[in-house]
């Protein structure tokens, strides 16, 4: 199935029980499989697929299947009418983000945030910052999130110094959207087009 997947779409997975011994056949076996993709719509597309894989083996082997739904993670719909405001606030307190329709390209993640599941009810904003993560023996870029190299690189003065920084861009884009009511309705309009 993975060679009749997308680009964007990921399907990861892990045994939490495989049973006791390696040579019986299993009367219980278990596991977590994660689903994602760039929208909502593939998405749930995708984890039909999936699930009639797994029905698919439980027929073949005479199992019953059993599938519980946990929590999900929605795509983020970006504002650029409050993305163009964040911008020059970050801009101005010495941050580098260029040109918006480059930095949506670049700047997009396959990381799991709620903040996708807000963004498809107002608009949102979402930004994300660089924080230089070293190996531990001082030669070379370290590991990114969750790992170790990365969470002692957040607790460098570094790393709290551009925390600041989009903190406080983040608050200059909620004093303009209260003194501006034209962001506000110019993110809403966008994301009313981007829903249809």
């Known amino acids: 199935m993975r060679q009749q997947t997308q680009p964007g779409d990921i399907i990861q997975g892990c045994i939490t029980n ?5 040579n019986i056949i299993h ?7 994660v689903v994602r993709a760039p929208t909502k719509e593939r998405v749930d597309r995708l984890r039909e697929r999936v699930y009639a894989c797994f029905e698919g083996a439980a027929i073949a082997t ?5 599938i519980k739904e946990g929590g999900r993670y929605d795509n983020h719909i970006p504002s650029r009418a409050l993305g163009k405001v964040y911008r020059e606030y970050f801009n101005t307190l010495g941050g580098a983000i260029g040109d918006p329709d480059l ?3 670049t700047a997009a993640t396959q990381a799991s945030t709620d903040q996708g599941n807000i963004s498809h009810v107002i608009p949102s904003l ?3 910052l660089f924080v230089k993560s070293v190996r531990e023996d001082g030669k070379g870029q370290g590991g990114g999130p969750h790992t170790p190299d990365f969470e002692k690189a957040v607790r460098t003065e570094d790393a709290h110094e551009k925390a600041m920084e989009a903190a406080k861009a983040l608050a200059g884009v909620a004093v303009e959207c209260l003194v501006d009511r034209r962001i506000i309705d110019e993110a809403w309009k966008e994301l009313r087009e981007s829903k249809g």
């Open 27 to 33: 009367a219980y076996a278990a596991g977590k499989f």
């Open 103 to 105: 930095e949506e390209i």
């Open 126 to 128: 979402h930004p994300s």
């Open 62 to 66: 005479g199992a019953r299947l059993e």
């Open 18 to 22: 495989g049973g006791l011994r390696p």
